[in-house]
């Protein structure tokens, strides 16, 4: 299975520097306008499935990239969410940065660990393996991108965390 991960389109909270995690943040201006230059990045026919989390920053990315999508061919799972990071939800994203790899196996206060967090898109990934897709895209944020990386990529969540994020126009993955 070939599966294209792109990250949701910026958001209210990006502009801030908040860390967002669970908060349901809506896409920005730019945001909406980033999601429209995906549509002349892919075709919808060319994907069997597209899976976004419940959060409206990546379904809206979706739905404003695809704007024919239907729910025959939508997903919306909780498990692609940010980690949630808790009372540091809303709090500097450079602070936060700082601090992630403390948050590994001990969960952020009030929150998840990123062990928690690769729990649930190894969840996904199980599942997602048994669907008979050939091609899927899934939007998320980076928690969405460090499982991939981690469950298909054998990278660990460490790698991921030391690793500056830096966007790009879609990460692939092949699924076995």
Same mark, same amino acid.
């Given at each position: 299975m070939q599966v294209i991960f792109e990250?949701? !389109?910026?958001?209210?909270?990006?502009?801030?520097?908040?860390? $967002?995690?669970?908060?349901?943040?809506?896409? $920005?201006?730019?945001?909406?306008?980033?999601?429209?230059?995906? !549509?002349?990045?892919?075709?919808l026919a060319d994907f069997d499935a597209v899976f976004t989390s419940d959060l409206q920053r990546a379904y809206e990315t979706a739905r404003i990239a695809f704007p024919k999508i239907d729910s025959k061919k939508l997903f919306i799972d909780w498990r692609l969410r940010e980690c949630n990071y808790g009372d540091l939800e809303q709090s500097p994203k450079d602070e936060l940065d700082n601090r992630k790899l403390d948050y590994v196996t001990k969960p952020f206060p009030g929150g998840e660990s990123y062990a928690d967090a690769m729990q649930r898109m190894k969840s996904f990934i199980d599942d997602l393996r048994e669907m008979p897709y050939k091609n899927v895209i899934i939007f998320g944020s980076r928690a969405t991108h460090y499982g991939l990386d981690v469950w298909i990529d054998g990278k660990s969540i460490e790698d991921c965390l030391?690793?500056?994020? $830096?966007?790009?126009?879609?990460?692939?993955?092949e699924l076995q």
């Open positions: 990250a949701h !389109s910026t958001t209210l909270d990006n502009e801030a520097n908040h860390a $967002s995690g669970w908060n349901d943040v809506e896409l $920005s201006q730019t945001g909406i306008e980033q999601a429209k230059e995906l !549509s002349k990045r892919y075709n030391n690793h500056k994020f $830096s966007w790009q126009p879609g990460w692939h993955y």
